[in-house]
């Protein structure tokens, strides 16, 4: 582990001790696979087993990394139909481990990193999880956001608006070369931006299946995690974010996708009976400018990737593969803007 992310378990678990309702130590940590934004570890201690999420240490940019942000909506969330995960404590007091952290409950099911289910052996099951998928999508975008206390928890406004000038800034931040792939994506959407319908939701930010824990007995979603870049926003970004996701290729960082899949022979919907699915759900008729938001979400993911590059590149991301992603953000433009050609 890098000494940047080192951990003083003593210190870790006095303070625990003092700050949970039952926390006896003594603990060892585990850290999990993925979490390249926010390192994640299993916290094993004598009171039980438990979660902890913390930002990375070194310099962050602003807004990224916001660790009591994911606390706040998770607590908020904990009542709702969206299953998610107790969480028990926000610490804010970086001298306790380098930097600001929660602790959660650990989870104990499945999550898997290959669209096409390769574990599962029924195409019938591997139906169902998609359906608890979009089941899932559609109860967050049903919440209440008054109700749970978050009707602060984003700005008003064209949200797409908003989060193109956000993801812009973020991208030319931590561009480490030009890419021109890039520069006509982002010229095309800003020139192709659609009017704000008014819709406003609570939106994930990161929906797609490796960011769901499913139950290892049945095709049921009992934590949908990583909350970070969730806000307030307009639903079809999460949508179009993973149906994105489905429409890359497999093997392209930790993100297996579909592409050149049947995923009739895999009893996977496509993308429209999986859109046609969500729409019914959430009472639509058909969504305009389709091709915009899928393209978006290509840009989106292009600059986080970005950003993971460019802290590989000065020593603080949290996962080893983090060198690699950098090569990801112009084949993730290339394929924006081929969506863009065929939506046409």
């Known amino acids: 582990m890098p000494q940047v992310l080192s951990i003083n378990n003593e210190q870790l678990t006095a303070y625990l001790q003092d700050h949970v309702d039952g926390f006896k130590g003594p603990i060892t940590l585990e850290k999990f696979a993925g979490g390249q934004s926010n390192p994640t570890f299993k916290v094993s201690a004598k009171s039980g087993v438990y979660v902890l999420r913390r930002q990375p240490s070194g310099k962050l940019l602003k807004s990224a990394h916001a660790v009591d942000r994911e606390y706040r909506v998770l607590n908020a969330l904990k009542d709702s139909d969206v299953p998610v995960a107790k969480v028990f404590h926000l610490c804010e007091d970086i001298s306790v481990i380098g930097s600001m952290f929660y602790l959660m409950e650990y989870c104990d099911g499945a999550v898997y990193w290959s669209a096409s289910l390769a574990e599962i052996d029924s195409n019938e099951r ?22 749970v206390g978050l009707s602060d928890y984003g700005k008003a406004g064209n949200y797409f608006e908003r989060q193109l000038t956000r993801w812009t800034s973020q991208y030319r931040l931590t561009e480490l070369k030009k890419i021109s792939a890039m520069d006509q994506l982002s010229q095309w959407l800003e020139d192709n931006l659609p009017e704000d319908d008014g819709r406003v939701c609570l939106v994930h930010g990161d929906f797609r299946l490796d960011n769901m824990m499913f139950a290892k007995d049945k095709p049921q979603v009992i934590a949908l995690l990583d909350w970070e870049l969730s806000t307030l926003g307009h639903p079809y970004a ?4 993973q149906c994105m996701q489905l429409r890359m290729p497999a ?10 899949i049947d995923r009739g022979s895999l009893g996977i919907p496509t993308e429209q009976e999986y859109v046609d699915l969500y729409c019914q759900r959430m009472g639509i008729e058909r969504i305009e400018n389709w091709g915009f938001y899928l393209a978006f979400s290509f840009f989106r993911l292009a600059a986080i990737a ?21 090569a990801f953000v112009e084949p993730l433009a290339q394929m924006a803007l081929q969506v863009v050609t065929q939506e046409k």
């Open 126 to 147: 591997r139906s169902a999880m998609y359906n608890e998928m979009n089941r899932v999508l559609a109860a967050l975008h049903s919440v209440d956001v008054d109700g």
């Open 238 to 241: 999460d949508l179009a974010y």
């Open 251 to 260: 093997g392209m960082g930790s993100i297996d996708g579909l592409k050149d």
């Open 306 to 326: 970005q950003g993971v590059a460019k802290r590989a590149a000065e020593g603080n991301a949290s996962n080893e593969h983090a060198n690699k992603v950098g």
